[in-house]
Nanobody, 120 residues
Framework: QVQLVESGGGLVQPGGSLRLSCAASGNIVAIIVMRWYRQAPGKRRELVAAITSTDFTNYADSVKGRFTISRDNAEKTAYLQMNSLKPEDTAVYYC??????????????WGQGTQVTVSS
């Protein structure tokens, strides 16, 4: 079965860096797009970054110039490199993938989230 598992979250000081990973597993025919979302307490979930199968990327205005999304096709893993972190980046970060599973139709899959806390 298809699963997405995030890792790399933790506590970091303002101005620091963190790298999140999202590993996809299972019988996957194709990965159409991988996305990172985040949700802070009391806030709506927002799209942070996305990367397509052709490596086209898109970023939220709040993270442009600081975050970089990338992917490793062989490992079926997406990454989010976060630099110059700010307290307002504190949130649960979720990996989302629009995938084509073996024997099924394409749809979204979600990871369980990883906590990122930016604080001194």
């Amino acid at each position: 079965q298809v699963q997405l598992v995030e890792s790399g979250g933790g506590l970091v000081q303002p101005g620091g860096s963190l790298r999140l990973s999202c590993a996809a597993s299972g019988n996957i025919v194709a990965i159409i797009v991988m996305r990172w979302y985040r949700q802070a307490p009391g806030k709506r979930r927002e799209l942070v970054a996305a990367i397509t199968s052709t490596d086209f990327t898109n970023y939220a205005d709040s993270v442009k110039g600081r975050f970089t999304i990338s992917r490793d096709n062989a490992e079926k893993t997406a990454y989010l490199q976060m630099n110059s972190l700010k307290p307002e980046d504190t949130a649960v970060y979720y990996c989302n993938g629009h995938l084509v599973p073996y024997g099924g139709n394409d749809r979204d899959y979600w990871g369980q989230g990883t906590q990122v806390t930016v604080s001194s």
